[in-house]
């Protein structure tokens, strides 16, 4: 029987809500709002890429994300863009005012990628790539640090520490699905995972539903209730012609429906307190 005393301890949300949270572009991520990070796997041209930023700003994404160098599973893949993704990725920032979020898998990149990028993202395939992280570290620059494929929360958080103890304390965790013995769907979005951290680490929390999900029609409903278990922000892929896509087309959402998909999950967000600032409240 619970004494009448006794004070219910705060739940994750509720210590959450006293979070200061990261500072990225003189935003902050992580106390209380939430963030939405959007934008295509990968830049492969400068068209494609600037309508892609501009839907995702007008529709209220707070970053945007696009890939330069692409982590593929063949090399045979397109890989990526290199360096000059970056220069279109600069000039979607300029255009939009959406801060970047771009990966980064080799060290020797790093000061090309530090020069646009707002914030590294750091990829499930590199979660423990020591030297990589050291380097982000620092660099200084905000960190989105991917769970890897088979990697535990504790094994997370402690390559979390790798960039930390560099001095850089800007490092949001993101889940983007584990591997199981379900081969239904890409990967299994570990929604636990959410509170969990949030009891391990005072970190943003972000999860990633594209990579989970491999298919356009689960993307929509695994991001509402990532929203709603209190993540402190969504990254999700979007396209102007997924079916044209050389990166993960499947899973793109279609940039002409993404203002209404970012309209259900703000309600979502809302079940957990959490509020995505509106762009005029950011200038
Ligand atoms: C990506 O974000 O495009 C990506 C490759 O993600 P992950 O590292 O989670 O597979
Ligand atoms: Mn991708």
Known sequence: MIARQEIPKPTAWDSQEARPGIEVAGRRIGDGSFTM?????AVESREQTLATARA???AGATLLRGGAFKPRTS?????????EALEILAEARALTGLPVVTEV?????LEAVVEVADVIQIGSRN????PLLEEAGRSGVPVLLKRGLASTLEELVLSA????????????LCERGIRTFEPAYRFTLDLTAVPVLKELTDLPVIVDPSHAAGRRELVEPLSLAAAAVGADGLIVEVHPQPEEALCDGAQALRADEFASYLE???AAAAL???ALPRLEALV
């Open 37 to 41: 990070i959007a934008g295509p796997c």
């Open 161 to 172: 520490e790798y960039v930390l103890k560099e001095g850089n304390p800007a490092v949001m």
């Open 272 to 274: 957990a307190r959490r």
């Open 56 to 58: 995702v700003a007008d």
């Open 264 to 266: 259900r999950v703000r």
């Open 127 to 130: 979660m423990q790539n020591y």
């Open 75 to 83: 090399p045979h893949s397109f890989r990526g863009l290199g360096r």
């Open 105 to 109: 898998m080799d060290p020797r990149d």
